[in-house]
């Protein structure tokens, strides 16, 4: 089955210097505003209302900070590697390195979901996320996000 | 002056004795050897064939001693049984205490003929004496190999062995009157139990009912609430006895009504027991292994551990597989149930009866018995923490219990203050999260006593007082006690994100779009699962379907869901773990089925 890149070879920051998590949101919310010339205030709220349920650190070093945007077009994906791993009050305590973002429009539903556990099970994936940490650049990067959709195929 | 003398040697002696006791306690616990074994063995060596070589045979003493120390030790089962538990194990621990006492002592019996050459009614006594469980054996074992159990197992056994000692001890009391005053007929039998066990129901409900009222209405003296209650399980005890019922069943019942009503002084009630339960086992298995005969055990060795594997191999599997039938236990957890019916106090206890009464041969019952809880405890003690990692019983995380300080407010039965120290892995200072119901009060730093206002921001080394309801006190430990940090994610993990479960349904379902009942919003995830599951606690991996996705209970702490799991589409099946999924998909179905079948028909 042909499925949708998750994220698009120009929305991955191969290397994010931040401090913590607060300006890991910020940064990415910010980059994520260029390329859907959305307001990076509204996606950091919403990124934000979501971590206040819950910490979106998946465990070993991931995490997918996702919400739904209203006037968003399409599901939106962005992938950032941090230079250093900041601590995401993961569920696992572990710092967090590898940062998925996931919007969704309003009215996506269930492909909001379904993208969403995508991105979810790929990274959770031990070796993906070990090729990812060992990839330093843009198009290393989106090779191994794109990847495991080709080789199901 | 020589009598005062004797005197003073006895109690130095006795005190001695009770000391060992509680020193070898700290042997045990670094081999891990079970507790009460140890316990008899000092008995064993002190006395007349041991080193001590005190001469004690009495007979008529180590009975009433024993029944006082089961007396406090059923009431303080039955205090520390929340109704809640209670409840939920009422019908597989009720039937595993009544029919399967019954059927392990019919199972037993014919072993017991033939190893021991016995008569019928004689293997029958054998086969009751060795009926009861012991709760105390199990949950020490189980605590000091650090094996966590499904609440509703943990919940199961703990229940059955409180309630299957009164049984047993009605039918022993039974058949040594059977023996003792020739045939009787089973009508009259069986009515005799009936008579034993409603007396002492009704004067254990009668009597925990006035424990209440009094600690409660009248204003007694400061440290004199935990005394009354103790005193006042006994007067309970010996009056049911002396109205010809059961005063185990009372003492037990006693203790399920104070420990499930709000009363005054509610901890130090607890604690109090809780001394004077281990003060009780020590003296009763001190006094128990005095009085065995060392020597004469070896010639019943053989005959005792033919019985012994009877009932270990035989009888408690059947009992239990019989008994848990209609209940949803999964195969592993029944093997393991079975396997940790520890015998214990309560099983030597009952075999000095007869010798109480001077039945025929009596002494005979103890030794077997002695030597049958021996090899129980050895056997089947020691390979507890194996037999729960080889099931696989044992719940994935092992929260490291956090050390829980309780202040009762006078004034209000509500609340009280529960202090923990802040450890640096805790939840609470990782994370800042704690449940709703729980407010801070005071922070104590630096041997200041600080408004959480004045304390600012929690630290490492603070101790931390929050107030909050008695009954969900448990429930907190987890947020204070030290845990690692997982490795690595667990490899059977399906959901896809967790969410504390005070997180309201009406939140979750904003930030997916998922659509809810409009009265469901306000509800925190904890009481959705508690409300959806009637029939059960929610347990780890239950699973609640809301639209496209699913809620999966993840962590469960003492019957409440703590972390909810969103599992949010079917999962895709990647092609490493294509079998382990497959292998969860298979067990969910298969539970499924089972469940359906299980179902009674409309």
């Not at chain 1, 990274?123 to 990067?141: C, F, G, I, M, T």
């Not at chain 2, 054998?126 to 919940?155: C, I, N």
């Not at chain 2, 009503?261 to 130090?268: D, K, L, V």
């Not at chain 2, 904003?510 to 959705?528: K, N, R, S």
């Amino acid at each position: 089955m042909p499925t949708p890149d998750l994220a698009s070879p120009n929305a991955i920051i191969p290397a994010l210097r931040v401090n913590g998590k607060k300006q890991a949101l910020q940064e990415i919310a910010a980059k994520a505003a260029v390329l859907t010339g959305q307001s990076d205030k509204a996606i950091l709220e919403i990124l934000l209302q979501r971590e206040k349920l819950g910490s979106t650190g998946v465990g070993n070093g991931v995490a997918i900070p996702h919400g739904k945007l209203a006037k968003l077009g399409s599901v939106f994906g962005l992938f950032a590697r941090l230079e250093r791993p900041v601590d995401f009050e993961a569920l696992d305590g572990q710092p967090v390195d590898l940062i998925f973002l996931l919007l969704a429009p309003e009215g996506a539903g269930a492909d909001h979901l379904k993208a969403l556990a995508r991105v979810a099970r790929l990274l959770r994936d031990p070796e993906v996320a070990h090729k990812l940490r060992n990839s330093h650049d843009a198009d290393a990067l989106y090779a191994v996000l794109a990847m495991p959709s080709a080789s199901a195929a | 002056m020589e009598s005062i003398d004797s005197v003073s040697i006895t109690i130095l002696f006795g005190a001695v004795l009770v000391l060992a006791g509680i020193m070898s306690s700290l042997v045990a616990l670094r081999f891990g050897a079970p507790l009460l074994l140890v316990f008899l063995l000092v008995g064993m060596l002190a006395g007349e064939s041991g080193i001590g070589g005190i001469k004690f045979d009495d007979v008529r003493l180590a009975y009433t001693v024993g029944s006082v120390a089961l007396g406090l030790i059923l009431f303080d089962g039955g205090l520390r049984t929340r109704t809640a538990t209670f409840r939920n194990v009422l019908a597989p621990a009720g039937l595993l205490a009544t029919l399967g006492v019954l059927i392990i002592m019919a199972l037993t019996a014919p072993v017991a003929v033939w190893a021991l050459q016995l008569n019928w009614s004689e293997g029958l006594l054998v086969g009751a004496v060795m009926a009861s469980t012991d709760a105390a054996a199990v949950f020490f074992l189980l605590h000091a190999k650090g094996l966590r159990l499904r609440p509703r197992v943990s919940a199961t056994l703990e229940v059955e062995s409180g309630m299957n000692d009164p049984f047993a001890i009605f039918l022993t009391i039974v058949l040594v009157e059977v023996l003792f005053s020739g045939r009787q007929a089973w009508t009259s039998i069986a009515l005799l139990l009936a008579e034993k066990g409603v007396i002492g129901g009704l004067i254990g409900w009668a009597g925990g009912h006035t424990m209440v009222l009094v600690l409660n209405r009248l204003v007694l003296p400061q440290g004199m609430h935990a005394p009354f209650v103790a005193t006042g399980a006994l007067v309970t005890f010996g009056l049911a006895e002396a109205l010809h019922g059961s005063g185990f069943l009372a003492v037990y019942v006693a203790g399920l009504i104070v420990g499930n009503h709000e009363t005054r002084a509610h901890n130090i009630i607890v604690t109090f027991l809780d001394a004077a339960t281990w003060l009780a086992q020590i003296a009763m298995f001190v006094l128990l292994g005095l009085l065995a005969w060392p020597e004469r055990l070896p010639q019943r060795l053989l005959p005792a551990l033919a019985v012994a594997l009877a009932l270990m191999l035989v009888a408690r599997p059947a009992a239990v597989l019989i008994c848990l039938a209609p209940f949803r236990f999964s195969l592993r957890e029944k093997l393991f149930i079975s396997w940790v019916g520890l015998r214990g106090a309560v099983s030597v206890f009952l075999a000095s009866i007869p010798m109480l009464v001077g039945l025929p041969g009596a002494h005979f019952y103890f030794d077997v018995a002695f030597v049958v809880v021996m090899l129980s405890l050895l056997i089947q003690g020691w390979t507890i923490g194996v037999a729960g990692r080889l099931l696989r019983v044992g719940l994935p995380r092992i929260d490291v219990r956090a050390r829980r300080t309780e202040l009762d407010l006078p004034g209000t039965l509500k609340h009280e203050l529960v202090g923990y120290p802040l450890v640096a892995e805790s939840p609470f200072l990782r994370r800042g999260i704690k449940p709703s119901w729980a407010k801070l009060t005071l922070v104590v730093r630096d041997e200041h006593v600080q408004t959480p206002e004045e304390a600012g921001e929690v630290r490492e080394g603070d101790h931390v007082y929050f107030l909050a309801p008695p009954d969900r006190v448990q429930a907190l430990d987890r947020f204070f006690a030290d845990r690692p940090m997982q490795a690595s994610p667990d490899a059977a993990l399906v959901e896809d994100f967790f969410v504390p479960a005070d997180v309201t349904l009406g939140a979750l379902a904003e930030i997916y779009g998922l659509t809810i009942p409009p009265q469901d919003a306000g509800t925190v995830l904890a009481d959705y699962f508690a409300a959806y599951f009637i029939k059960h606690p929610p347990r780890p991996n239950d699973a609640i379907p809301l639209g496209p996705v699913k809620l999966v209970a993840h962590t469960v702490t003492d019957d409440r869901v703590v972390t909810v799991g969103l599992q949010l589409a079917e999962p895709e099946p990647l092609p490493r773990t294509v079998w382990d999924r497959a292998w969860i998909r298979l067990r969910r179905a298969s539970r499924r089925v089972m469940a359906r079948l299980r179902r009674p028909k409309p």
